[in-house]
């Protein structure tokens, strides 16, 4: 067998050996485009994907090795499917090691692409067997890590003018500051320290006697004996589908229609800047035999409104640079307790989570009539039941849930794979309009799992090896109100893609997406309010291609339509050079863009490259032209130094911003600056 495997494997390097995979650790497109996607999709609060950023960053740094990597591990990926994680174990039982990454394309279900995807996060090495005694004997051979960064914007915002001192301002300096330390040993022991400070908030004075506003701190342990993973201090929660308990970053729609199926994690270090959705105790996983039993605790102070009575309204910004926000900092306790018991058979996953949620003080919310079914109580429980099973190239998954109040909602999916080159994925979600979950994060239109039903179709077909066709459409309905919709509404969305790589260093793609949905209108000659339809349209051309060796170049444009109570367009080009000296430890990456919308509504966002944990993806929108520069210094094997300079400039204003923030002028730059020492 071992003599097949060798043949195999020299055969495939031959086949491949004018194919070589970049060795670059740069973030893939297909992640670029879901964290933009995600970012334009937003719609009630702000998307958690700072913690998708860093999981990959992380991973460019510490690769997942394929010969030891568990289902779960691969599947935490969110690169391949269920059918590709079971084709790879089958493939390593039957021949056993890789030897190299190009060895993926030989194995079912894979492809040349799908290798150039894995590769920045990946590497092949032998398997050395781990004990608990030797993990511990020998953890200070991990690697220490400290960074430090600050982002400075040079114009002067309103809110640091103090020469009235009765005007309402921010209470800090106009700088803000993230350091975080880490220790990681072969991703088995892993401890951190995260201490942030945004722009505006106090450091070391009555409000932050402490210096920074928010420090987080986390142990974990993975793999040693019995216990799967244990967390002390702060971690988020992932189970199911979502529909019972999922904190941190959910997937939503995509171009990538196939990652529809949550990919559980249980429990993680919480490592992000997010100050109120986490979790902070003591968790842990027991794995035996096939059962896996998982409990946490929770207890920490979160930002909210108060008064006499109770809490008015939560606050979820973590910003405290103004002397209201400052006042509504950790005036709310919330103590969370709960667990999950799973097992695995042959082809079949059943799960069961449970949680209890409480406030420290009376629920006095002022609901309107759009949001009169949410939360209005001090306490909540949660139970869900989930499931994952196949057959052959079947895969089905799904979750139904049920809060206090008696109230459900389920999720039903499945995952078809037809042939190498052709998948196909459904699900259907029903979430009732009163249920209730404070840690639920379904798929979905919504932010909110609640009042919600739809039925999503996504497919993705490679008639070639150089192309790729993806689309998805989805169908949905909302039974009751919404924010800005006084009336049940429906809608619906549809999205198409192909990706055409001739050439190693070319790739280009197109891009059509709309969406469809009722809201609230009132026309100037009227007070009385209308239900009508916004549709929003977009186009997207992009290529990218190797100038010279070392010398990268992207190009886009990109055009949105806005069809409802006014017609409008956006326009987006921009041109992108990065540049890695061969030589000399230097990298850099700018890029050159001209925007063009009628408003808000039309606006456009795009992914835009930045420094070692940091992702930013601006809306562009109005008249404008915004540039910027990243630089980053190899100085040795153990520092880095990054300096990043963006800057924005507006062609029919002579504001920017409004309230505290506004900026009297057309042009806003913003400087970061930011520091690694690995020891």
């Avoid at 100085?635 to 505290?660: E, V």
């Amino acid at each position: 067998m071992k003599t097949l495997h060798t043949i195999i494997c020299v055969c495939g390097l031959l086949m491949l050996c004018q194919r070589v995979y970049s060795q670059d650790k740069v973030m893939p497109d297909i992640i670029r485009q879901i964290i933009e996607t995600i970012v334009a999709n937003a719609e009630d609060d702000d998307p958690d994907v700072a913690s998708l950023n860093e999981f990959y960053e992380t991973r460019l740094e510490h690769p997942l090795n394929l010969n030891a990597a568990t289902a779960e591990e691969l599947s935490e990926l969110q690169l391949l499917t269920d059918f590709q994680i079971r084709s790879l174990i089958d493939y390593r039982k039957t021949y056993g090691d890789l030897y190299s990454i190009h060895e993926l394309p030989l194995i079912y279900g894979f492809n040349e692409e799908l290798a150039g995807q894995l590769a920045p996060f990946v590497t092949v090495q032998s398997v050395e067997k781990k004990s608990a005694e030797k993990i511990f004997n020998h953890f200070l051979r991990g690697t220490h890590q400290v960074m430090m960064r600050t982002t400075h914007t040079l114009e002067t915002q309103k809110g640091y003018n103090k020469d009235n001192e009765s005007a309402n301002h921010y209470l800090g300096v106009p700088w803000s500051m993230y350091t975080r330390y880490r220790y990681n040993y072969r991703n088995n022991v892993l401890w951190g320290l995260t201490a942030t400070n945004g722009a505006g908030e106090p450091f070391f004075n009555d409000i932050n006697r402490y210096g920074f506003d928010f420090y987080s701190m986390h142990v974990m342990l993975n793999k040693v004996g019995k216990v799967k993973r244990l967390v002390v201090g702060d971690y988020q929660a992932q189970f199911g589908q979502g529909l019972t308990l999922w904190s941190g970053f959910a997937n939503r729609k995509s171009v990538d229609a196939l990652s529809i199926k949550k990919q559980e994690k249980g429990f993680t270090a919480h490592t992000g800047s997010d100050e109120n959705r986490f979790f902070r105790g003591v968790a842990g996983t027991i794995a035996h035999k096939q059962w896996n039993f998982s409990a946490f605790v929770s207890y920490k102070l979160i930002d909210a409104s108060t008064d006499s009575i109770g809490f008015n309204t939560l606050q979820t910004s973590g910003l405290h640079n103004t002397a209201s926000t400052a006042e509504n900092k950790h005036s709310l306790s919330e103590f969370v307790t709960g667990g999950n018991v799973s097992h695995k058979w042959n082809n079949l996953k059943i799960g069961c989570t449970g949680l209890w949620h409480s406030y420290g003080a009376d629920n006095n919310r002022n609901l309107k009539l759009y949001n009169r079914f949410e939360l209005a109580e001090k306490q909540n429980a949660n139970i869900g039941i989930d499931f994952y099973s196949f057959y052959k190239k079947v895969a089905a998954f799904g979750e139904i849930a049920c809060s206090s109040n008696g109230k459900a909602a389920g999720l039903l999916g499945f995952l078809f794979d037809m042939s190498n080159d052709f998948r196909l994925s459904t699900v259907y979600r029903n979430y009732d309009r009163a249920y209730q979950a404070v840690y639920a994060k379904g798929f979905g239109e919504n932010s909110k799992t609640a009042n919600e039903q739809g039925w999503y179709v996504g497919l993705q077909w490679l008639p070639h090896k150089t192309l790729t066709f993806s689309a998805y459409a989805d169908i949905f309905s909302f039974p009751w109100m919404k924010y800005n919709v006084d009336a049940p509404s429906s809608g619906w969305e549809y999205a198409l893609q192909t990706a055409f790589k001739p050439t190693k260093e070319t790739q280009m793609s197109l891009q059509i997406r709309r969406n469809s949905k009722e809201a609230n209108y009132s026309a100037a000659s009227t007070a009385t309010k209308q239900i009508i339809r916004n549709d929003v349209s977009s186009l997207r051309y992009n290529i990218k291609y190797e100038l010279l060796p070392g010398v990268r170049m992207e190009d886009r444009i990109e055009i949105s339509f806005v069809d409802g109570a006014a017609k409008e367009t956006g326009l987006l080009l921009f041109h992108d050079i990065s540049y890695k000296h061969a030589v000399l430890p230097v990298s850099i990456s700018a890029r050159m863009a001209v925007f063009d919308s009628d408003s808000w509504a039309s606006r456009i966002y795009a992914y835009e490259s930045d420094v070692l944990y940091a992702f930013s993806v601006p809306a562009y929108y109005s008249k404008g032209a915004r540039w910027f520069v990243n630089l980053q210094i190899h100085c040795g094997k153990r520092i880095d130094l990054w300096l990043r300079i963006a800057q924005t400039n507006y062609f029919d204003k002579t504001t920017i911003g409004s309230g505290l923030s506004a900026i009297d002028g057309n042009r806003q730059t913003d400087i970061k600056l930011q520091v690694r020492i690995q020891l």
